[in-house]
C-alpha cells in the first residue's frame, strides 16, 4: 500500500492474544469414491510425540517387572531336586542343606565362595566342600567327610565324638567300625598353637565363659574345641592301640596320660600324656612285665610317662 505521501507501509500483523491459545485447522484427508467425482473427506489424526521421559519410565517399568519375575519364578529357584550332594554316607542331607540355608530361595543368591569356606564350620564333619551353581537352579556340592579313626569318651561330655587324624573333633553320626575307644576321665593337652591363633582363641574363650567365669563353658554345658589333639598324638594313640592287649579298653587320665588296665594281670599302665617313641615305651613295659611274671608280689600301677625312669607301684 502507497500512501499520498508516497512511503511504502507494510500490512497490518494481527497482534497474537495473550493467554489464549490459537485453534490450528486440522488437515482432512479426501478419499474418492468411484468415476461420479464424489468424495468423502477424513480428519488426518496426529501421531502423538514420544519424548525421553516417557521411554525412562517404560524402560524402569521394564526392568521392575523382570526382576520380580526373576525373584518369584520357580524356574530360577533351587529346590531339593535340583540340588545334588556328593561324597556324603554319614551326613544327613536334609541336615546339610538346612544349614546351607539354599532351599527356596533365587538361585542368584547362593554364592558358591560363602558356602565353602562357612558350611563346614556349621557341620564339623564336614572336612571341605565345593559348590557350583547353575543359572537355571541347579546347585551341585562335592562334599568330602572326615574321617574318624578315635572314638573320644569324656566324663565331662554328654555324648561320645569322634576324632579324625588331624585330631578334629566333631559329633559322632551313625556308626563307624574299627575305630580306636578311649575313656577320658578329663581333656587331654591343649595343642600347641600360633600366636596368631593364641589371640583368637583367647577372645574365644572368654566369650565363651559363664558368669562364673569358667573358660570352656557356654550356658552351663562344656564346649569342645575343634582341634582336641595334635596329629603326631593320634598316630601315638593308634600305634598304642595295636599293642593293647586282647581284652583291655585304652583310657585316659589327666595325671598318667594314656594306659589300659591288663586284663592278665590286673595292674594300671601308663604310657603318658605325649606318646612319643611308643615301640621304645613298650619295650620298656615289656621289660618291666617279664621282670614281675618271675615274682610273687604283683604292683597295682606300673608308670613309663617318663621314659628314661619308669617307675611301679606295689600293692600296699
Known amino acids: ?13 494481527a497482534k497474537k492474544q495473550r493467554g489464549k491459545k490459537t485453534l490450528k485447522n486440522r488437515r482432512r484427508y479426501n478419499l474418492a469414491v468411484g468415476a461420479t467425482g464424489a468424495e468423502i473427506s477424513f480428519p488426518v489424526v496426529a501421531v502423538p510425540k514420544v519424548g525421553w521421559r516417557v521411554l525412562s519410565f517404560l524402560l524402569l517399568a521394564g526392568l521392575a517387572f523382570a526382576f520380580y519375575w526373576l525373584w518369584t519364578s520357580p524356574q530360577y529357584t533351587v529346590t ?5 550332594v556328593n561324597g556324603i554316607t554319614r551326613i544327613d542331607e536334609e541336615s546339610l542343606l ?14 558358591p565362595g560363602d558356602l ?26 562335592d562334599a568330602v567327610e572326615r574321617v574318624p579313626v578315635i572314638a573320644w569318651d569324656q566324663e565331662s561330655i554328654s555324648q561320645v565324638s569322634w576324632v579324625d587324624l588331624n585330631g578334629k573333633i566333631f559329633p559322632a553320626i551313625g556308626t563307624s567300625q574299627g575305630l580306636v575307644y578311649i575313656k577320658a576321665s578329663a581333656a587331654p593337652p591343649s595343642p600347641r598353637v600360633s600366636t596368631f591363633d ?12 559363664t558368669g562364673d567365669g569358667e573358660p570352656g ?29 586282647a581284652g583291655s579298653e585304652l583310657i585316659y587320665d589327666g595325671e598318667h596320660g ?5 586284663p592278665e594281670f590286673g595292674w594300671m599302665v601308663y604310657f603318658g600324656a605325649e606318646l612319643d617313641q611308643t615301640t621304645l615305651r613298650i619295650k620298656v613295659y615289656e621289660a618291666i612285665v617279664e621282670m614281675f611274671s618271675q615274682k610273687q608280689r604283683k604292683p597295682v600301677l606300673i608308670s613309663v610317662e617318663f621314659l628314661h625312669a619308669p617307675y611301679y607301684r606295689m600293692e600296699p
Open 1 to 13: 500500500m502507497v500512501s499520498r505521501a508516497g512511503m511504502v507501509v507494510s500490512p497490518p500483523v
Open 80 to 84: 531339593i531336586d535340583r540340588v545334588v
Open 98 to 111: 538346612e544349614k546351607a540355608g539354599i532351599l527356596n530361595r533365587p538361585v542368584f543368591l547362593v554364592d
Open 116 to 141: 565353602s569356606e562357612n558350611l563346614p564350620g556349621k557341620v564339623p564333619a564336614l572336612e571341605s566342600l565345593e559348590v557350583s551353581v547353575g543359572l537355571s537352579g541347579e546347585v551341585v556340592i
Open 198 to 209: 593364641e589371640a583368637s582363641t583367647g577372645s574365644l574363650d572368654a566369650e565363651n565363659q
Open 217 to 245: 563353658t557356654l550356658n552351663g554345658e562344656q564346649l569342645l574345641p575343634e582341634q582336641l589333639l595334635e596329629p603326631q598324638l593320634v598316630k601315638g594313640i593308634l600305634n598304642l592301640a595295636q599293642e593293647m592287649p
Open 258 to 262: 594314656f594306659g589300659w588296665q591288663d
